[in-house]
């Protein structure tokens, strides 16, 4: 694959960074006019990190809303918290946020991509590009990611606007109205608008959104900042002696906890998916100086709370109560605007997931893993706009109906871990392939890299296997069906295309068939579509049968997709004559892009092939 960052690299098993792929425009930011120069290079990343803080940190950057007081409530049930139990919990989280998230994704996994791009189905592309074969194994790990992403897709709009509209219940004016059916109605509701408005595109509003979550970024470290003066001492939970000493002391307890504690990294995949409408540098950017010192910051005052509030349960010889860390966070006159600040955070990172969804459906279409959909472009200059309207409407009634069965954000996230987790097992272990087939690490060096990740993988998988009885199973049951469908589609079209091919007459042998029975010519040109240009088509065959009639050109047709995400203009078409009748001709694109035959029989017209398009 000339051009992809990982060939480039194969030499050395260092981390060194390599030249940073030219990112396509992204969908979510204007077109920007060319310019030269460092100046200019460092705006343009300056930019595309804000970018990337509206997009592809919507969904992390929105945990704190509920992660750290599902994992403080888990470690609670085991009979009360103390100081030790906060900082216990407090620091998995931060080495969570540092070795999945900070070392796993944004330093090692963006620099396996294919041609700029990320995400399962592009590693699952490269890792069968390293092996120089497809395999069976490669594609049920590339399958299965994609489908564990679908579910993904259900949970976490559902559990993020939920989240931010059950902080109705910490304002005072309004609290006694609140119960967990309006918190549901008024979910459903701007979920349910939100899906309606897809049709119509987001590049209006998408343009916001970068400048809206750096703001949030701000807002959510600074009130952390601001909390953290009760307990400075909450720094302490840098040390990872207090993690490892909470698992130590609590047993099973401490196992359920992890569960929750990996709530704190839920979107990573994101930072990989998403590096394709960004690059690898903005997005690394924005995270190492920005999402994870904001959200850091943002753990730590919530942690600065929970310690003064056990401080106080034991002064007073009462229990600690169950409290909404983070919006009890932010003073009480200006809460209902922090709330409403949340909640337009909670919909930017569903957008975000739902644009994913779509995005994904391209892709496995391309790949042959779906079958034909109907795929709209909103936009008329940015590729990445676009809508699928079956994927849109299952996702819509996908959500509505776990606000539904949950009710409450808490229930809700005791299912949303188990898809996150699975995918990453998947990208985890076919980054080893990558590591050791196409960086060329030697054996030793590729297990031990990667053994660490998998290990820290499995067990978040395991802890978020125990809670498959009170949600784990809805991610895993739309993974299981979505698997079924891209299986059945991906056999039955290979049973479908060796029948085919076992019925067909070599295209070969048929030009020696009419060399010796010449039939009737009709003027003109005939293009036949066609998946297997070595054989003749079905359609030529029905008009020599039938019309007993040969066009005096004939072109067979090939559309292929590519490992590749895209294909340059120069690369397109492909053209090779067979005889004076017959002649072959490939039309390449990569499994992001999208074909447009008109347009590429134009490239063809350019090459020598002359023929009336309108008369064709």
Not at 365 to 377: E, W
Not at 486 to 511: C, E, F, H, Q, V
Not at 601 to 615: A, E, H, P, T, Y
């Amino acid at each position: 694959m000339a051009g992809s960052t990982p060939g480039a690299e194969a030499a050395s098993p260092s981390l060194a960074p390599s030249s940073e792929p030219v990112a396509p425009p992204s969908p979510f930011l204007p077109a920007a006019p060319a310019a030269h120069g460092p100046g200019a290079k460092k705006a343009r990343t300056l930019a595309l990190s804000v970018g990337a803080l509206g997009v592809v940190f919507g969904d992390i950057g929105t945990s704190p809303l509920y992660a750290f007081h599902d994992a403080l409530a888990q470690a609670a049930a085991g009979g009360g918290v103390s100081r030790y139990d906060v900082l216990g919990v407090l620091s998995l989280m931060v080495w969570a946020l540092i070795l999945v998230v900070t070392v796993k994704y944004v330093l090692f996994l963006m620099r396996a991509d294919n041609n700029g791009e990320g995400g399962v189905l592009s590693l699952m592309a490269l890792t069968q590009h390293a092996l120089g074969r497809r395999t069976l194994l490669i594609f049920i790990f590339g399958v299965l990611g994609a489908a564990l992403f679908y579910g993904d897709s259900i949970i976490t709009p559902a559990i993020t606007v939920l989240s931010a509209v059950e902080g109705l219940k910490t304002i005072h004016a309004v609290h006694h109205l609140v119960n967990t059916r309006v918190t549901m109605l008024a979910t459903m509701v701007i979920l349910f608008g939100l899906f309606m408005v897809q049709s119509r595109g987001t590049q209006r509003v998408a343009n916001a959104f970068g400048p809206i979550m750096c703001l949030w970024f701000i807002v959510i470290g600074g009130l952390g900042v601001w909390h953290m003066a009760l307990h400075p001492g909450v720094f302490a939970a840098l040390n990872p002696w207090f993690g490892v000493k909470f698992l130590g002391d609590h047993g099973f307890i401490a196992f359920l906890v992890l569960g929750a504690v990996f709530l704190t990294v839920t979107g990573a995949e994101a930072l990989y998916a998403d590096m394709g409408h960004f690059g690898r540098w903005p997005i690394q950017f924005a995270w190492l100086f920005f999402a994870l010192p904001a959200l850091m910051l943002n753990y730590f005052g919530q942690g600065a709370m929970a310690i003064d509030a056990v401080d106080s349960a034991r002064l007073h010889h009462h229990a600690i109560e169950d409290v909404n860390w983070f919006f009890t966070m932010a003073p009480d006159a200006l809460r209902p605007y922090f709330l409403v600040f949340a909640l337009v955070a909670s919909v930017i990172a569903s957008q975000a997931v739902i644009t994913g969804a779509y995005s994904l459906t391209q892709q496995a279409v391309q790949l042959g893993l779906l079958p034909r959909i109907d795929i709209k472009r909103t936009s008329e200059t940015l590729a990445g706009q676009i809508f699928v309207p079956q994927i849109n409407t299952m996702l819509m009634l996908g959500v509505l109906a776990v606000v539904v069965l949950f009710r409450t954000s808490d229930a809700l996230s005791n299912a949303y871990g188990l898809a996150v987790t699975g995918t990453m097992v998947v990208t985890t272990s076919l980054s080893f392939i990558v590591v050791r087939r196409l960086w060329k690490w030697s054996l030793l060096a590729a297990a031990a890299f990667i053994l660490p990740f998998i290990t820290l993988d499995m067990v978040f998988l395991t802890s978020n296997a125990l809670k498959i009885a009170h949600g784990g199973w809805l991610p895993l049951g739309v993974a299981i069906v979505l698997f079924l469908v891209m299986w059945t589609w991906t056999r039955g079209a290979r049973i479908l295309t060796d029948k085919t091919r076992r019925d067909s007459i070599p295209i070969n042998d048929l030009t020696e068939m009419l060399k010796a029975r010449p039939p009737n010519r009709a003027p003109g040109t005939a293009i036949f579509l066609t998946s297997d240009p070595d054989v003749a088509p079905v359609a030529l065959m029905h008009n020599l049968k039938h019309n007993k009639v040969l066009h005096e050109k004939n072109v067979l047709l090939t559309v292929k997709t590519l490992d590749r995400p895209r294909v340059a203009e120069n690369e397109r078409v492909t053209m090779d004559t067979i005889n004076a009748d017959f002649r072959k001709i490939t039309i390449a694109y990569g499994f992001m892009e999208t074909p447009n035959v008109p347009k590429a029989l134009g490239v063809c017209r350019k090459q020598g092939l002359k023929f009336d398009i309108m008369s064709t």
